[in-house]
Structures are given as structure tokens and as C-alpha cells.
RNA sequence: GGCGGUAUCGUCUAACGGUUAGGACGCAGCCCUCUCACGGCUGAAAUUCGGGUUCGAUUCCCGAUUCCGCUACCA
């Protein structure tokens, strides 16, 4: 049997999408276009109650905008639909009762309350084989309370009846055979009373049946469910087509203990979601790598090695070289945490990578913002000039405003260093030499100013640190004709009367 | 507490019985240099702890410990 390889990214829209998301979104769609199989977004949205308005169109904005296109799902369609789990109530319900026919499920009364009130009076309560035939269900009551319970509205969950004492066995392709004994598994509840609506359990093994899916790529976290998953495939007779499943581990906090959370980001300085996010209800505000200056192709080569490594020494890939070298089995099996100083050298490896012309799109709208107006060519000298001194292109503007603006100020303490007490006669002497050049190329400046600089038998290092701090405000920048040169003459010549105006020691 | 997973430099990781335990980020030093960066070079930095198995364990097995996860009518 051979079947075409299927993924699925499952996603809850119960919050924006979470970073550690995003990469279980990445390792499907990496082995997905690997395999030529198909990857598909499917929305789990079968808790009614931390539904929030908004989450779903955000995932499928972050993936659209880290490139990983699905080939099924909500807003393209598909022939396996609805992809959306709340249109797929009347589905659960038919396998539902395929469950309770054949002697795997049952019905329970109990109410939350009932519930909460043995957790509290039995330590170490579970609802199992040892507890059950002591509860409200169809398994103790008559058939005909059953049904009489029924036709009176009375509200009831389904539960999968777990047979105890065997061992399940899930094959993970990541961390090889996990066995759990049955007796620790609790009769899970398979459809809720509350929303009429199956848990993820059900919902989640009926989909990808039908939706024939091959490998079930998910987070560490379900784990421990994964027997119970198996248990049920093996209820409905599905064990033949029953998916590979492949456990990635965590994403870890970057400092101390713990699972990478939504708070940690804002409080560490660096985003933890794809996409700035504003919460619906308390219009609070987390921050998100798009916006923070991340470039799409840095965040996904980050993410794809926290985890994963091609088994050489090679840090910066391609989408297509990612799926080229792509398996489960170097997935490693142990949380990562989360570095930001590195996801920060990614970026700045994309932008040296990147072409100027590239660069200077995502800068012009800084330098607009700035109230800058420039043609696209002079900014992509700059860019040219300065883009290797950056890790994001926001941080642009602040390397290199003073090709824009004359300084307002001088640094103070490149002043007290650099701004000698004949400086100002030097910077006279140098501005007559440049006022003089009719061309004012990098080079043709070079020539002048050396052979100045030697007939007078100047200090080098003196004329050009001063004449920095003229141009440029403070100790920095590249090569100064590189500069000069692109400011122009007359620029240059007004910066260097007004430092010598201005500069006192 | 119970169950499961996990364990190599500070961090991400390589080495799938034999290596001076490799690479990258970060850090330090040097070089380059008109400054600051970039870059180049060099350096410091790790096999959690016990037991086994083996001629030989980072690697295989057992135990402890660590950290993580799960333990809901949440996913």
C-alpha cells in the first residue's frame, strides 16, 4: 500500500499563532514538499469557549507571509473539506455513533459538577475502568433510564471505554517505540455536552482519516495522548491506514525553566509570535517578528535548525535546500531554547544576502517616516555602503541618518578625543582644498587630500578623525570620501564651517 | 503525586563503539584600518552522576538525578 504522502498543520484559533506553531507549521511543510506530498491547514476550532475572533485569518497571514503555502485547507479549498472542524459536526456524530454501536464508547451523565465533587473527595480520581461501573453512564444505569434520560434533554458526554491492563505501543519516526500501559488512561470524553461538539481526540482521529493522512507531525505535548490516538484508530478498524506519528519537542524559554510562553517575549525583548497581534478583548499588544525588521526567509532558516540539523555544518539555507535535506530522524528529541542573539545573526546573514535594490524597498518607507526624501538610487548607495553593519533594516536609519541630515550635535566625548587644538585651521586649509575639486569622486578627493595632507606633513589620523566628527557628528562611518562623495561638495563644505564654527573644546 | 519524554561548551547542535569530542551564536584577544562596524585569524568553553556490557564507551543496557510535557466536557 502506497499512499501519496498527506500532512496536516492543525492549528486552534484560540490565540495568534505561537512561534513553537510555527515550526511544527515548517517541519510539515518541509517533509510534505520533500516527500511531493500535500500539506494541509486544517482549523481545530472545536473549543467554543477560547474561540477568539481574528486567530484564524492571523495563522493563515504568518504562513502566507513565511512562505509556507499549503495545498488544502479553509480559504483554498480541497477535496477532503470542510477543513474547518466546526463545519464538520454532523461528520463526528456519525463516527460517534459508529463508536458506541460497536461497544468502544459509552454514555455519561455525570455532570461537571459531579465530577469536580469526586476530584475532591477521591485523590487521584480518574474516570476508568476501576471508577466507571461507580458512575452515571450507560455502562451501570438500565438501557431504558438510558433513553428516557435522553428524551428528557438531560445533557451527556461519550466516552471511549479504554480497556485496561495492555500495553499500547505508539511507533514515533522521531523517538522510536513509546509504550504506555492502558491502565493509566483515563475514558477520555470524545463528544462534550457543553458545545455539541467532539473533543480533539475524536475530531482530530476522524479527520485525518478521512482527510488520509500519512504522517501526524505535532508537538511533544501530545505525547502522552498519542496511546489513546492508536487505541482509537484500533476502535474504528483503521489500524492499517493508521498515520505515522512524529513528536517534535518543545520550544523552550531562552533563560530558566519552561516552555516558551506568550509572556515571555515582550518581557525578554524579542517576539514570540509570526505577526504583531492585538488581543481582541484586552487590545493589549505582542509583538511580532514581522514587524520587529525580520525578514521571512531569516525567521524560517532559524526556526527550521531549533530542532533539526542537516547533518553538516551548514547554518544558512534555502527553503529548497531545507527540503532537499529534510527527515524526521534528525529531528532532535530534546526541548530547544529559544536564542535571540542568534535569530538576530540570521537576519543580519539574509540582509548581507539580500540585494541592495531589495533592501532599500523595505527601507525607503523608514526614511519617509523620518520625513527623508531621497531618490531610490542615492539610498541604494547607502544601502551599498552600510547594509553589513545591520542586523534588521530598521536599524538602518540610525547607521546612517548622517548621509541624510548634517549633525545637530557633536559627540562629546569624540569631540574631547579627536578635536584637536589646530583642527580648525586643518579643516580650513581641507575645505579650500575641496572647494577647489571639480571632481568629487571618492578617488579624485583621495588624490587631493593625501597629497595635501603629505606637503603639509599632517598627521592623518588627525585631519580624518576631525574631519569625521565634522561630517558625521561622532567616531563612525564608512570611509570618509565614501561619504563625502555621496553628500556632494557643497554638503561636505557646509558641515566643515559649521563644525568649525560650532566645535569648541 | 502518577505516567511519559529528555540529557554533549552559556545557547543551537555534530560525532549513530575507537576523534586532540567538530561547527555555529555569544564572549575574549589579535589582524585589517582615518573612526565605528563588517570581515579574517586565534582562544576560553561541554559529554549530569553511579553501575554494568565491551579490548574500548559521548555513543548500548540498568538505576539515580535534571529539565520538559501530560494528568479537563482545552487544544
Not at 162 to 186: F, Q, T, W, Y
Not at 368 to 388: N, P, R, T, Y
Amino acid at each position: 500500500m502506497n499512499r501519496k504522502v498527506r500532512v496536516r498543520f492543525a492549528p486552534s484559533p484560540t490565540g495568534p499563532l505561537h512561534i513553537g506553531g510555527v515550526r511544527t507549521a515548517l517541519y510539515n511543510y518541509l517533509f510534505a514538499k520533500q516527500q511531493g506530498g500535500d500539506f494541509i491547514l486544517r482549523i481545530e476550532d472545536t473549543d467554543s469557549q477560547r474561540f477568539v475572533s481574528g486567530a484564524e485569518s492571523y495563522i493563515e497571514e504568518a504562513l502566507t507571509w513565511l512562505g509556507l503555502t499549503f495545498d488544502e485547507g479553509v480559504s483554498v479549498g480541497g477535496n477532503y473539506g470542510p477543513y474547518k472542524q466546526s463545519e464538520r459536526k454532523e461528520i463526528y456524530k456519525k463516527y460517534v455513533a459508529q463508536l458506541l454501536k460497536n461497544g468502544s464508547a459509552y454514555i455519561a451523565f455525570d455532570t461537571p459538577e459531579e465530577l469536580d465533587a469526586k476530584r475532591s473527595s477521591v485523590a487521584n480520581f480518574q474516570y476508568d475502568a476501576s471508577t466507571r461501573l461507580e458512575m452515571r453512564n450507560s455502562l451501570t444505569l438500565p438501557d431504558a433510564d438510558v433513553q428516557s434520560l435522553i428524551a428528557e434533554g438531560k445533557q451527556y458526554v461519550v466516552r471511549f471505554k479504554i480497556e485496561p491492563h495492555e500495553d499500547v505501543i505508539v511507533k514515533d519516526a522521531i523517538r522510536g517505540e513509546v509504550k504506555i500501559n492502558s491502565s493509566i488512561l483515563d475514558d477520555k470524553v470524545l463528544y462534550k455536552s457543553a458545545d455539541n461538539l467532539p473533543t480533539y481526540h475524536l475530531a482530530n482521529i476522524v479527520d485525518d482519516h478521512l482527510m488520509e493522512i500519512t504522517h501526524v507531525i505535532r508537538g511533544e505535548e501530545w505525547l502522552p495522548s498519542a496511546p489513546l490516538h492508536v487505541l482509537l484508530y484500533r476502535a474504528f478498524g483503521w489500524t492499517e491506514t493508521m498515520p505515522v506519528f512524529a513528536h517534535l519537542p518543545l520550544l523552550l524559554k531562552p533563560e530558566g525553566n519552561g516552555k516558551l510562553s506568550k509572556r515571555d517575549g515582550d518581557r525578554l525583548g524579542f517576539p514570540v509570535f509570526p505577526l504583531e497581534w492585538k488581543d481582541p478583548k484586552t487590545n493589549e499588544i505582542s509583538s511580532g517578528y514581522r514587524e520587529g525588521g525580520y525578514l521571512p526567509e531569516a525567521v524560517v532558516n532559524f526556526l527550521a535548525l531549533l530542532g533539526w540539523n542537516p547533518g553538516n555544518d551548514e547554518e544558512i539555507m534555502s527553503v529548497d535546500d531545507m527540503v532537499r535535506l529534510f527527515t524526521l530522524e534528525k529531528c532532535s528529541k530534546s526541548g530547544a531554547k529559544f536564542d535571540f542573539e542568534k535569530a538576530k545573526w540570521f537576519n543580519h546573514q539574509y540582509i548581507l544576502r539580500k540585494s541592495n535594490s531589495e533592501i532599500v524597498k523595505l527601507f525607503l518607507p523608514v526614511l519617509k517616516e523620518k520625513g527623508i526624501e531621497v531618490s531610490e538610487g542615492c539610498a541604494e548607495q547607502v544601502v551599498g555602503l552600510m547594509k553589513d553593519r545591520v542586523s534588521f533594516v530598521k536599524d538602518l536609519w540610525e547607521q546612517t541618518s548622517f548621509f541624510f541630515v548634517a549633525p545637530a550635535a557633536y559627540d562629546e566625548k569624540t569631540v574631547k578625543k579627536r578635536w584637536k587644538e589646530d583642527s580648525p585651521a586643518q579643516l580650513k586649509e581641507l575645505s579650500d582644498v575641496l572647494a577647489g575639486l571639480d571632481d568629487f569622486s571618492v578617488e579624485n578627493q583621495e588624490k587631493n587630500v593625501m597629497a595635501w595632507i603629505e606637503s603639509k606633513g599632517y598627521h592623518l589620523g588627525n585631519i580624518m578623525n576631525a574631519f569625521r566628527l565634522a561630517i558625521v557628528g561622532e567616531g563612525k562611518g564608512p570611509h570618509m570620501f565614501d561619504i563625502t562623495a555621496l553628500i556632494g561638495k557643497e554638503e561636505t563644505i557646509s558641515r566643515l564651517e559649521k563644525a568649525m564654527a560650532s566645535i569648541h573644546k
